[in-house]
Every structure is written in C-alpha cells, then in structure tokens.
C-alpha cells in the first residue's frame, strides 16, 4: 500500500505541473498565432485559418482541463482515503477559496482567448467582403485600403514617363485637356498631369490612398472624388478628352463591364479617348482581379460606337514574372 501511496503521490504532483503548463501553451501558441496575422495582412484566407487554429487550440485545451482536473481529483480522493488523518483537503467556503478556483480561472481565459480569436476571424472575413453585403468593388477598396501605404511607396519609385510613355506623348507639353483619372491610387498620374497644364479629376475609393495622395502631393491642383465604376455616380454633366483606367479594369467584375464601358463613353468629348492598361496575369481572390482580354473589351465597345487600338505589351514595372501588361486606348468611331 504504502508503494501505492507513493505511485499515486508522483502522479498527482505530474498531473498538477502539466495543468500549470495550459496556461504558457496557450499564451506561447495564441501569441505566435496572432502574430502570423498581424504580418500576414495580404492574405485574409491565410489570416482566418490562423485565427481558426487558434480558437480551436484555446478550446482544446479548455476541455483538456476538465479531464485533466478530474482525473487529479481522483488522486486526491485516494490518497485522503488512504491517510484521512494526514490529508490536507483545504475546502475553502469564500468565493475565492472554493474548490477549483484555479481551472475555472484557467478555463475562463482560455474561452476569452477563443472568443477574441473567433471576433478578429469573423472582422477579416468581413474586411475581406466574404460575409455581409459588400459587392465585388469593396473587397478589392478593402485590399487597397490594409496595403496602401505598402503600395505607394512601389507606385511612387516609378516616373509616369516610364509607367505611360503613350500619355507623356500624348499629354507632355500638349495644350490642356480634360482629364478622367479612374481609380487614382496614390496620385501620381493625376499629379503629373495637372502639373503639365491639364484639368484633372482624379477618382479613388479607397480612402487610405485618398489620404496619401494629399501628403505625397500637397500642391496637386487634381479634383479628387470618392466614387468607383460602374456607375461613377459622382460625375454628372462633366466630358473629358482622355479617360484612364490604369490598373483597374481587372478589378470590375465581368457582369459590370458593358455597364461600365457604356458609363465612360457618355463622360467621353467628340474627340475623347479611353486609356485602358489590361493586366495578363492569374486571378487574385485577395484582391478580387478577374481575368481581362483585349478581345472581350474590344467585343463590348463595339455596339457602343467605340474603336480598339492596341499599343502593344509590356513586363510588370514591380518586377512580377508572372503579370505583364498589354495597352489599348477606345475611341469614338
């Protein structure tokens, strides 16, 4: 008996260091899990699987605790049987001297850190428009607004002589246009084109960038409004010379795109022309890029009166294998 006695003493005091353990696993795992999350901003679905694990583990080790408790408590009752005059019970009556005060406390964090972990999963899906009612054009404004400041300091480094040769020959030194710059970003090209003389509204819906654009060109004399295609329902009785659409039209769903298209022909003047840069590259769920071909916008000016011309295809200027980008501009015919 007496080997039992001790057999069983070991085995409480194992089981009592592994309950103190659940604590520092779930601090160390949770901590290191959200962590991965705060760094992996670009990727939502990489984010919610992270934000899983982690609300899974907490409760995980929630019902480990039970089990673990229990089967400590039979220890106890066995060795108090075995030594009743030698058993130290500490029953306690107070609230914070109760039995099992250290797991319900244990466990009550544990279920907070699952909580957190389940509200921050369900915020990035909202964020990333998975749940609620965002439409296709906010998840990608979404996207654009967690990266913007990443984003600018790349769309910056590069001149817009380089980024639109077509537009520096067809804007540089010109007399002064009118000027449609859809889906702005960060200011550059609306900058340079109002600082060669041309009037120019520049649209964008991602606020971050909106914001960005005023400290990076404070002097910009650029119209800025918050407003996106299809419908640009911000610009009423305006016609412009050169309609851009630089890096955008990937970003409009394809059921949106005659609608779209039709939108930017009424802004157009008599002699306006449509400048579209088309990204050949892979879909990219996280910013919500469809595939684009010349042959399908081509196919759908046509009924409106608008003429294709390509301008050939060049590489990625951020250096990406895998994307390049082909020039087109819409007239009227």
């Given at each position: 008996?007496?080997?039992?006695?001790?057999?069983n003493?070991?085995?409480?005091?194992?089981?009592?260091?592994?309950?103190?353990?659940?604590?520092?696993?779930?601090?160390?795992?949770?901590?290191?899990?959200w962590?991965?999350?705060?760094?992996?901003?670009a990727?939502?679905?990489?984010?919610?699987?992270?934000?899983?694990?982690?609300?899974?583990?907490?409760?995980?080790?929630?019902?480990?605790?039970?089990?673990?408790?229990y089967?400590?408590?039979?220890?106890?009752?066995?060795?108090?049987?075995?030594?009743?005059?030698?058993f130290?019970?500490?029953?306690?009556?107070?609230?914070?001297?109760?039995?099992?005060?250290?797991?319900?406390?244990?466990?009550?964090?544990?279920?907070?850190?699952?909580?957190?972990?389940?509200?921050?999963?369900?915020?990035t899906?909202?964020?990333?428009?998975?749940?609620?009612?965002?439409?296709n054009?906010?998840?990608?404004?979404?996207?654009?607004e967690?990266?913007?400041?990443?984003?600018?300091?790349?769309?910056?480094?590069?001149?817009?002589?380089?980024?639109?040769?077509?537009?520096?020959s067809?804007?540089?030194?010109?007399?002064?246009?009118?000027?449609?710059?859809?889906?702005?970003?960060?200011?550059?090209?609306?900058n340079?084109?109002?600082?060669?003389?041309?009037?120019?509204?520049?649209?964008?819906?991602a606020?971050?960038?909106?914001?960005?654009?005023?400290?990076?060109?404070?002097?910009?004399?650029?119209?800025?409004?918050?407003?996106?295609l299809?419908?640009?329902?911000?610009?009423?009785?305006?016609?412009?010379?050169?309609?851009?659409?630089?890096?955008?039209?990937?970003?409009?769903?394809?059921?949106?795109?005659?609608?779209?298209?039709?939108r930017l022909?009424?802004?157009?003047?008599?002699?306006?022309?449509?400048?579209v840069?088309?990204?050949?590259?892979?879909?990219d769920?996280?910013?919500?890029?469809y595939?684009?071909?010349?042959d399908?916008?081509?196919?759908?000016?046509?009924?409106?009166?608008?003429?294709?011309?390509?301008?050939?295809?060049?590489?990625?200027?951020?250096?990406?294998?895998?994307?390049?980008?082909r020039?087109?501009?819409?007239?009227?015919?």
């Amino acid at each position: 008996m007496l080997a039992a006695y001790g057999q069983n003493s070991e085995s409480f005091r194992s089981l009592n260091q592994q309950m103190w353990q659940i604590p520092l696993i779930s601090m160390t795992l949770t901590g290191g899990l959200w962590f991965g999350v705060s760094k992996a901003d670009a990727s939502p679905l990489f984010q919610v699987s992270l934000l899983v694990l982690a609300a899974i583990a907490n409760l995980g080790l929630l019902f480990v605790l039970f089990r673990l408790r229990y089967v400590m408590q039979r220890h106890l009752d066995w060795l108090e049987t075995f030594n009743a005059s030698g058993f130290v019970g500490a029953p306690g009556k107070s609230f914070l001297t109760r039995p099992l005060m250290v797991r319900s406390i244990f466990q009550l964090l544990l279920f907070l850190a699952a909580i957190t972990s389940s509200v921050l999963m369900v915020g990035t899906m909202v964020n990333a428009g998975w749940v609620g009612d965002k439409s296709n054009s906010d998840r990608a404004v979404a996207f654009y607004e967690r990266q913007a400041k990443d984003l600018a300091e790349n769309y910056e480094l590069i001149p817009f002589e380089q980024a639109h040769p077509l537009l520096f020959s067809e804007l540089g030194g010109k007399p002064p246009k009118s000027v449609l710059d859809v889906g702005a970003g960060t200011g550059r090209d609306a900058n340079w084109i109002a600082t060669n003389g041309h009037s120019v509204t520049a649209i964008e819906p991602a606020a971050s960038f909106r914001a960005l654009a005023t400290r990076l060109h404070p002097n910009s004399a650029a119209q800025w409004l918050d407003d996106r295609l299809p419908r640009l329902e911000k610009l009423t009785a305006q016609r412009f010379d050169w309609i851009i659409l630089s890096a955008v039209w990937m970003h409009v769903h394809p059921k949106d795109r005659p609608d779209a298209i039709a939108r930017l022909k009424g802004l157009l003047s008599a002699s306006g022309k449509i400048y579209v840069t088309l990204r050949l590259g892979p879909p990219d769920p996280a910013r919500e890029i469809y595939s684009v071909t010349v042959d399908e916008l081509r196919d759908i000016g046509r009924p409106l009166g608008l003429k294709l011309q390509e301008f050939g295809e060049r590489e990625d200027l951020l250096g990406r294998q895998e994307v390049k980008w082909r020039t087109v501009v819409l007239s009227q015919s």
